[in-house]
């Protein structure tokens, strides 16, 4: 059951603010201003979340990516495979949802560790087979070494993945395995949606890495097939935002959104290049 709890309106930051950074200032002081622990909370939630993206440390992890990238490089070509690296910051309107929901559900600000968020595909058929989830599982593995052997970093702990509504006469296509493929000490630190999908049928492995200066960010590893159901199919994230986030409504009009980067064109589509609707590249930006 949601807590009653009351925000201030995100919508007068984001109407009188004139840039990214103005807004976040603003709903920030707003926050303050209401005195409440949800509130400071919230606040201290968000400041977090600016201290994480600052130059120095997405400048560091750009490298470390990049790193990432040529020791996949060899491993793909020993398995005869395409790998593909996609980066996102989550855009600042959808972290706000995120962080109410939380506070009105009474779920600890401390699990939401995906601001910053990395996506490695495999790139194999559309449909998978047993042979290209077991090499998924194989290029977790890889990944959770590098970033432990590598750039001496740790994994936290995932929520384990074990009740699911999935029911698979539902979904023909999708591969479940018999047993976890991932190496046993790096279980507890993946969450598993491919042995336990999403009632959806979305699929993929998720793990939260963080570096040793505590930037702490979200990797998840799929297949190509994975993909399509997570972007295009019955996966896709539109659908899921709009049945979690039923009870939040911003309300927002965002042709009343006036700074530089952020646009609603003539036939109502927006252009958001600075983030606080659509996920951008954050390295685009230094």
């Known amino acids: 059951m949601a807590r009653d709890i009351l925000f201030p309106d995100i919508r007068d930051a984001l109407y009188s603010g004139t840039s990214i950074d103005d807004i976040q200032e603003r709903y920030i002081t707003a ?3 209401e005195y409440s622990l949800s509130n400071f909370l919230y606040a201290n939630k968000l400041e977090e979340g600016q201290n994480m993206l600052n ?9 470390e990516f990049h790193d990432l990238k040529e020791y996949l490089r060899m491993w793909s070509k020993k398995h005869h495979v395409h790998v593909f690296i996609k980066r996102r910051k989550k855009g600042w309107i959808g972290y706000n949802e995120k962080i109410q929901l939380f506070l009105l559900h009474d779920r600890p600000l401390g699990k939401i560790l995906d601001l910053l968020g990395f996506r490695i595909i495999l790139c194999t058929d559309k449909i998978d087979s047993i042979s290209s989830v077991k090499l998924l599982y194989e290029l977790q593995n890889e990944v959770m070494q590098f970033f ?5 970093c740790i994994f936290l702990e995932a929520e384990p993945r074990i009740d699911t509504d ?3 006469k539902d979904f023909k296509d999708i591969v479940i395995p018999r047993d976890s493929l991932l190496y046993e000490e790096f279980i507890p630190s993946v969450k598993d949606y491919v042995r336990y999908p999403k009632s959806n049928a979305y699929q993929s492995l998720h793990c939260v890495i963080r570096k040793p200066n505590g930037l702490t960010f979200e990797v998840q590893v799929r297949t190509y097939a994975m993909d399509l159901v997570a972007e295009h199919g019955t996966g896709a994230h539109t659908s899921y935002k709009n049945q979690r986030y039923t009870e939040l409504n911003f309300g927002i009009d965002y042709s009343k959104i006036n ?8 036939d109502g589509s927006i252009n958001d290049i600075v983030g606080l609707q659509h996920s951008v590249d954050p390295f685009n930006f230094l």
């Open 55 to 63: 130059i120095h440390n997405l400048h560091e992890l750009e490298q």
């Open 148 to 152: 432990i052997e590598k750039k001496h």
């Open 31 to 33: 926050l303050r201003s």
């Open 166 to 168: 999935f029911n698979p």
């Open 259 to 266: 700074i530089p980067g952020f646009i609603v064109l003539p």
